[in-house]
Structures are given as C-alpha cells and as structure tokens.
C-alpha cells in the first residue's frame, strides 16, 4: 500500500481564483493510496517546501504529488526538497493545475472537478514510479570550436583561458571570417582588423589552443563529454613546418587573375595565395582548381622560388580523429546571392555591389586602398543609393525574417563614403530604421542629420543602366507613395544575411537542428540562446541568426561559460529519464528480438548493438541496448518496438496506460 | 498530329487576327492542332472583376468547364489578359471548393478545374521548343527588345511562370529562332494597357518610355505575347511619337510571328501585314533558302455541335 502525499498549492491567486484548493486537498485525500494532502498558498516558497520536507519524514511519504504549475516551472525544486528529506526525487511528479486547468477555465465547479481528475490521474502515475539514480557519464575536457570567425576566436580564447583544451577548425585558410573583411565597425567607427587581427594571433599562439585552417568537420559520433570528431586537414600542397610565410611563392606565380574571394571579386590573387596580409596562419595555400600545374601538369614555378623547398605538389588530404567533450557551433552566414536581384541589375552591372563589397571598397587594405571607386571604371561615385532591406523581410524572396545588422551597417556604409567624398550625395531606401543597441539609434542619427543622408522610406522597384548611370526607381511612402527616380553612380545593396553554405549539412553531421532557414536552432529561444538540442554542443555568433559583432561576442562568451561549466566536472549527471531495453534471465535474455527497427528512427543515434555470448565466446543473441549517455528519452523507439522490449524510464508504457485508466474509471 | 485545346478570346477575334493567324500558322508547322473550345464566350477580363465577382468567376469557369466537357486537358490562351483571368480563377477555385461548387451551379456545368492553362510561351516550351531549332531555315538576326508587360507574368505565387522582375523565356526562344535578345530595362513596365481607348494621353507616356528605351538601346524590334501591349505598341505609335517628339518605327510582333519568319512561314500567313507600324526589316542574306510558303488556309478546326 503506496503512502503518498499530495500538496496543492494555490500560487497566490493563480489558482486559488478558479479552483477551490482546498476542497482538492480534501478530496484527493481520500483517494486509496494517499497518506496525506494539505494545500498551501505557495509551495515554491521556503515555508512551502519546508512543509513538503516535514509531511515526508511524519507521515513516511513513499511518493508526492505537487499540484502547482508546469513542471518546466518547478520540478527541479520539488524533486529537489524531496532529496532532501530523504525521498527519491524520481518518485516526486508534478500535477499541472495552473496551466492547464486554472489559467485557462473560468471560476467553476468543474473547473474545480478537473483540478482532482488532474491530481488523482498523478497520484496513480507516482504508485508506478521506481526510486531512480542519475545517470554518470566521463568528461573529456577538449572543445572543438568549429569555425574561426570573431565567434569561433571568443569563444576558444574564453575556453583556452579557462585552462581547457581547444581545437579550431576553420574550412578557409586563415581565421578572421567576415569581421576581417569589415573597414569599420559601428556605433564606434573602430577598425574592424585592428580590434580583430591581435585575437587571431592570440588564437595561434594560445598553448591552449590547437589550430586547423582549411580543414573541415567530416563526422561527428559520441554524446556529451565524449565526442568522436573526424576532422579533414585539406590538402595544402606545403610543408607548414619548412613554409616561413615569406611570400615569394605568391609573388611569382604566373597566373594571377583569380577573383578574390575575400575582395569579393574587386581584387585578384594567384593560385598560390594567402587570403589578406594579416591571415593567421601567414602560410600560403594552392588553389587547385586554378593552379596551372594541376590543370595541365606544368609550371611549378612556387617549387623553383621558393627558398626552403615548401612547397608539396603531391600531398593528400589528412583525416585526423580528435576526442572533444563539447562542440561550439560558430560557422558564421553569408549573404543573399545574386539571383535573388534580377530586377536590380546584380551580377549584371559592375556597379551594384553588395554590402561586404563596400566594406572591402571603404577599407584602408582594400583593392582601393580605402578610396570609394567605382569598380567599373575607377571612377569617385558622387551619388550612391544604399537599398535597405534587399531580400530581407520579403516572403517573394522567401526571407521573411529580418537580418538585423543591414540598418546599422548601411547608415555606416553612408557615413563612411560622406567622410571620404564630401560632395557625395548618399540615399538610403529603408523599410524601417532598426537601430536597437546601445549607442545606435544615435548613429544613425548622426549618419542622416550631420552627414546629410537621403534617407528614403520605400523600396527600390528596379534599376537599370542608362548612358553609365543607374536609375533607380523606387517610391517614397511618406510621400504619398510618390515615384522617386535617382541617377545614381553606384548602388550598394545590403543583401539578406542568409545561413552560411553548407549548414544543413553540417548540422545534420554533428546532429543538431536547424530552423526552415537553415540556422542552427537553439534549445529554448529565450532560455537556453547558446544550448542546442543535443547536449554538449553550444552555438556561437550569427550561424543562429543575423548577429552583428557585440551580439555574436556575447553569445561566444555565453557559450564557453557553458562549456567550462561542463568541464568543471569529472563526471556528469544527467536525468535517467532514458529509453531502456528490458533484460530477463536466460534463454531469453530479453523480449528485443534485434530487429534494430529502433536504431534506424533513433535521431540521436543512442541505440547500440549487444551481444551475448555463451561461455564459449559464441554470440547466441544480439539485443539493443540504449546509451544512457546518448538517450533523450524521445520515446520514438518505444513506439515504434514490435516487442514492447523498450520502455521509458519515468514514462513507462504501463505509466500512462494506468494514468489512462484513472481518468477512464472515474 | 497532336491536338491542343485553344482558347481566342475577343482579341483573336478582332484586333490581333494576326495573332491568331501566327500561332495556327505556326503550330500547324509543328503538326499541332489547335481545337478551338466550343460556344467559348468572353473572359471577362478588365470589366467583370471590378463590377461582379461572382461574374468574374463564372466566365473564366465556364470556359474550362466546356473544355473539359470536350475532353480537352491544355489549353492555350494566347492573350495575356485572358490567360491572366483563367488561370486566377482556377486558382481561386481550387482553394475553395464550396465556392467553387456555387459557380458549377451558376454556369450550369461541372467544373473540375482539371484543365492545364496555357500561355503562349508555356504552349510553345510544351509543344515546340524542343523542335524548335531543328526546323529553323530563316535565322530571325535582329536585335530584339523581348516585352512580357504586366499580365504574363503576375502574380507570380499563383502563375509561377518565369522570373517575375525580370523574365527570361522569351528572350531564350528568340535567341533559339537565331535572334539577339537584347537586355532592356522596361520587360514588365506598364504600357497603359487598359486606358488604350480612354486615355491615350497616358498610353503614350508609358508607351513611350518602353519604345524609348528599346530604341535607345538599338533594338530593331519588340517582341510581344499580348494583344493589349501590341496594340499599345503599335496602334499608339503616333501619339507615342508626339510625346516623344520623335519619329519611332520599329515594328511590334508577336513572338509567334518572331518564330514563324524564323521557320520559314510567309509574311502574309503570320498577318505581318495587319500592324498599324509598317514591318520594314531590314534584309538579312538568309543562310538557306526559306521552305515554301504553308499553304493560307483555316487550321483551326471550328468544332461544331454534333
């Protein structure tokens, strides 16, 4: 016979209002099997749990049910007091009278009804409850940080700093991501390389930290603090360890009409090349699909310049296996490509660029050395139009979200050319000016007042070319949706922030889940902005979403704290409310019959093969097993079992079918 | 011979005859025919959707709904305006079945909306692209200024045919019939379209800002796959020339007329004749010698009631 205790507590008014507290400790008191109720006007508070932690040692309660809030809310505590006095915090179960049953009905006799159908459907749930102990699982106290964007670096500096273990892989050949490719920063006009270039070289020289440029993420196997990662060192053609980065190789190459990618095209570089002059590493790579020895099998000139004999036009790729306890996502985004702008000429006239194309155009390292030109004709554009909003907030180009960063770094674009050309004459078509941050409502500001910019609310309908000038046509919404034509020079379009290429497939490698715009998801949206849905692997920067730096920062930070927190321990310990595979003595060793169906639909991978062997060493029966280590407790694979061989720990089969019954038998 | 439902509409009937006679023209090259659907009756278009809805469903229905009595699965709707509308309504009414069964009851017939709709674009990539350049004697090599105007092309989340600011598919089948497809800036600018009789002072300001810039960018011909634009186009060249204050004589033809010269169809069968704008292209050597001319005749069967 159970002695169960039940606890209903009123939340202030918040159940009090509707449902008559006191009449469903009373009621439910009565129920065979509970040795004790009582209602209180908030459990949550000290004296609340204080009166849960007394009624288990007087009365020698062998469960308890709350009748509170969701058990998202208060679980932890409750389970938490029961430890406590003593009780197995499993055998504790929350009954959610609040959310779904006070908030949601109006003050009535069946709403009071419903608050015990509630309580005693728990009360025979905790009568099948079993004392469970937290699962332990080893730490391995390396991260991976994959990606080396200003993400990637903050949050392996954090790490490494912390005295852990750090392992970068960046898929390009130098670290910096687009913060590198950036002149200047806003609200504060800071250069973007000299804020960036010194945390490079400390990501480098960091003992801490391991380094693998041009390298990328090839599997992902294991679970949280055991992490198998398979990491594909592409070839370089170079020894790293001879190569002194002096550069000649790059100087002598004959074939130097490559659009770089870091210009965004507006400058060329050899095949054999280092990104930008402050890349970390400073060695070069061969691009092999423009290299002329590797189309038509001569040249090797780098080979003959170069003074330490480096170059190793024979090398293979590298596939190296590390062991991690914690992945940190920091793969970045991209920008919208040009297909998605037929109507304003991008891709189709030299003259409309992209918004990363103007930084590179604004910035002192850039093909222009920092002089607003032209790339079609190198000529000092007078009027530039800045369009707002191209591809985002647009559900025709299937973007319907908004990139966040464009309002800031357009008005920045504006400034920045009015600082340079003072005749210019800047406009900007926006949708709305959203310039939520510190000190950016005041940039822009300063951008349309002190820097005379044209700011236009309405949006650009087409541009064209016509005698080396753009017309843009668009309207002007406060105007009476008045047609605006502009002769412009050059057009600036801040293109949608989209996921980086390449995302979904890497999140379904390291198996974590990504939004309908293939974004990295977070685990709660408010709550757990840096945690996925696989445990131990954390997201960084602006492959969530649009970031603009200070944001991605801080989520870097916020990811590595939680990494550290996750080394801090030798040990985890984890909730047991996991799948489990029924044993049973021999010959059967277990109802699971090793159809596997489960291992096929498991979507964390959890579900491993056992074999039992007789004396003999003979494998008589292979069976499923459940790595507790891996386990969500999903329950996909207990649905879908054709023996029943699985169940949940917390959540059995036989627990809902009674919770059933109670509501059934009433 | 492969049969394709057709459905003419007024212009066909009317001003664009020569529309009508490019596209039998030229299907009857490519062993098509066209069946006309039976005691077809107006589209509609312009004047019930903005007095009746109830109006501006039934027409539309009405017409798939004879087709597909006559067992008839495509069909092609050469003018723009009309194709617009059937294709809206079909729309309308797969999204909603009760309304959709209200209009079977007002028409008096069972509709499915199983009939595919086609413009002439999409009836040509359908039926005749893929032949295309095989049957090409007469390389059409003028620059071409390629105009779709407003109706071909929007909505694009119902009609889903081609890029909507900057389509693409008439330009591919003019550089297939040997053309130069030039890039211009006013492909979907509006010509006026419907203020072609009332205001014609505005016609000729919109007009005229698309001949104006297929000229500047020395286009020797626009192509067009609308009645409404062609008339624009080329009945308003006068007014189009005086508020240009400029003498403008490009000619407008129909891209069924553009592939018909290019397969070595006769001027008269593709109603080159009928333009308001004399049709004066300059003489090009042709590479071979054009076939002889198909013989001028009525290939649209007229189905009559048995």
């Known amino acids: ?666 | 011979m492969i049969k394709v439902g057709f459905y003419p509409g007024c212009s066909m009937k009317g001003g664009a005859q020569e529309y009508q006679e490019s596209v039998s023209a030229l299907a009857k090259v490519f062993d098509i025919e066209l069946v006309e659907v039976p005691d077809w009756n107006c589209c509609g278009a312009t004047a019930a959707h903005n007095m009746n809805k109830e109006l501006s469903l039934s027409l539309p229905a009405r017409i798939m709904a004879l087709a597909e009595k006559e067992g008839i699965t495509d069909i092609v709707v050469p003018c723009a305006a009309c194709y617009n509308r059937l294709s809206l309504v079909k729309h309308e009414l797969a999204e909603d079945p009760s309304l959709s069964s209200k209009v079977a009851s007002i028409i008096d017939l069972k509709y499915e909306g199983t009939t595919q709709i086609l413009n002439i674009i999409q009836f040509i990539d359908k039926y005749i692209t893929d032949r295309l350049e095989e049957k090409v004697v007469k390389p059409f090599d003028y620059k071409s200024a390629c105009y779709y105007g407003c109706l071909l092309v929007r909505p694009h989340s119902i009609l889903k045919f081609d890029r909507v600011e900057d389509p693409q598919s008439m330009d591919v089948l003019v550089k297939k019939a040997g053309g130069n497809a030039i890039d211009w800036a006013f492909k979907t600018e509006c010509c006026g379209a419907g203020m072609s009789v009332s205001r014609t002072d505005t016609v000729a300001r919109l007009s005229g800002n698309i001949m104006k810039d297929a000229v500047d960018r020395d286009a020797e011909v626009v192509v067009v796959a609308c009645p409404m634009c062609h008339s624009n186009l080329d009945m308003r060249r006068p007014e189009i020339n005086k508020f240009l204050d400029k003498k403008i004589d490009i000619p407008i033809l129909y891209i069924s007329q553009v592939l018909g010269l290019a397969v070595g169809i006769d001027a008269k069968t593709l109603g080159l004749n009928r333009h308001m704008t004399e049709v004066n292209l300059p003489v090009r050597p042709a590479k071979e010698p054009a076939i002889a001319a198909v013989p001028e005749k009525e290939v649209i069967t007229q189905k009559t009631e048995a």
């Open chain 1, 1 to 666: 016979m159970s002695r169960i205790g039940v606890f209903v507590c009123h939340c202030g008014e918040n159940i009090s209002a509707t449902v008559n507290c006191e009449k469903v400790a009373k009621v439910t008191g009565e129920l065979k099997g509970v040795e004790f109720s009582t209602d209180y006007k908030y459990m949550c508070s000290d004296p609340g749990q204080t009166l849960l932690k007394e009624a288990i040692k007087e009365h020698k309660l062998d469960g308890v049910v709350v009748a509170a809030c969701s058990p998202r809310m208060h679980e932890p505590t409750f389970r938490k007091a029961c430890a406590e006095a003593g009780l197995n915090p499993f055998l504790c179960e929350m009954s959610n009278i609040r959310e779904h049953c006070s908030w949601v009905h109006p003050k009535d006799d069946l709403t009071t009804e419903k608050a015990q159908d509630l309580v005693r459907v728990m009360v025979e749930k905790v009568k099948k409850n079993k004392a469970l102990n937290s699962i332990k699982v080893p730490v391995t106290k390396t991260a991976l940080v994959i990606g080396g964007g200003i993400a990637g670096i903050q949050a392996a500096l954090d790490i490494a700093n912390c005295g852990h273990k750090v392992i970068m892989v960046e898929r390009l050949p130098s670290i910096g991501g687009h913060m590198s490719q950036l002149s200047e920063t806003f609200p504060t006009l800071d250069c973007s390389q000299c804020i960036l270039t010194p945390r490079m070289v400390e990501v480098a020289q960091h003992p801490n930290i391991t380094l693998h440029t041009y390298s990328e993420v090839e599997s992902v196997d294991g679970f949280i603090g055991n992490f198998t990662v398979k990491i594909r060192k592409k070839s370089k053609s170079l020894d790293e360890h001879l190569c002194t980065g002096c550069g000649l190789c790059t100087t002598k190459c004959p074939q130097k009409k490559i659009p770089n990618e870091f210009e965004r095209g507006l400058g060329m570089r050899p095949a054999i090349y280092v990104p930008f002059p402050q890349a970390v590493p400073n060695k070069p790579v061969i691009d092999r699909e423009h290299c002329t020895y590797y189309i038509k099998g001569k040249c090797k000139v780098c080979e003959i310049v170069c003074p330490t004999k480096a170059i190793r036009f024979d090398q293979e790729d590298e596939v190296i296996d590390v062991a991690v306890g914690a992945i940190v996502m920091a793969t970045g985004f991209d920008v919208l490509k040009t297909d998605y702008f037929p109507e304003y000429g991008y891709g189709k006239y030299a003259d409309v660029i992209d918004g990363l194309a103007f930084e590179r155009l604004a910035s002192a390292s850039g093909p222009t050395q920092g002089e607003i030109r032209r790339p079609s004709d190198g000529q000092i554009p007078k009027k530039i139009v800045f369009v707002a909003c191209a591809g985002s907030r647009d559900p025709a180009k299937g973007i319907e979200y908004c990139s966040k960063i464009c309002c800031m770094y357009t008005a920045k674009h504006a400034m920045l050319y009015k600082h340079k050309v003072h005749d210019g004459i800047p406009y900007v078509f926006y949708m709305d000016i959203r310039a939520g941050g510190k000190n950016y409502e005041e940039f822009v500001r300063r951008t349309i007042v002190d820097d005379e910019t044209q700011y236009i609310r309405g949006r650009v309908s087409t541009i064209y070319e016509k005698n080396g000038k753009l017309i843009v046509k668009g309207a002007d919404t406060l105007m009476g949706a008045q047609p605006v034509e502009i002769e412009a020079d050059m057009v600036v379009l801040a293109t949608a922030g989209v996921a980086n290429h390449g995302a979904e497939e890497l999140a379904q490698t390291v198996h974590i889940s990504y939004d309908p715009y293939k974004f990295f998801a977070e685990a709660h949206p408010k709550l757990k902005p840096v945690e996925t849905n696989t445990a131990g692997i954390f997201l960084a920067g602006a492959c969530q979403a649009p970031k603009d730096i200070p944001e991605s920062v801080a989520a870097a930070s916020g990811a590595a704290v939680k990494v550290a927190a996750l080394f801090s321990n030798d040990e985890l310990t984890r909730d047991p409310l996991v799948a489990v595979v029924n044993r049973s003595a021999p010959p059967v060793y277990s109802q699971c019959v090793g159809c596997f169906l489960c291992q096929s639909v498991c979507p964390y991978q959890a579900i491993e093969r056992e074999e039992i062997k007789n004396r003999n060493g003979e494998v008589i029966k292979t069976l499923a097993r459940v790595n507790e280590g891996l386990c969500q407790g999903c329950g996909t694979c207990v649905a879908l079992c054709r023996t029943k061989a699985i169940d949940i720990h917390g959540y059995s089969n036989q627990q809902v079918y009674t919770e059933i019954m109670a509501l059934l038998n009433d």
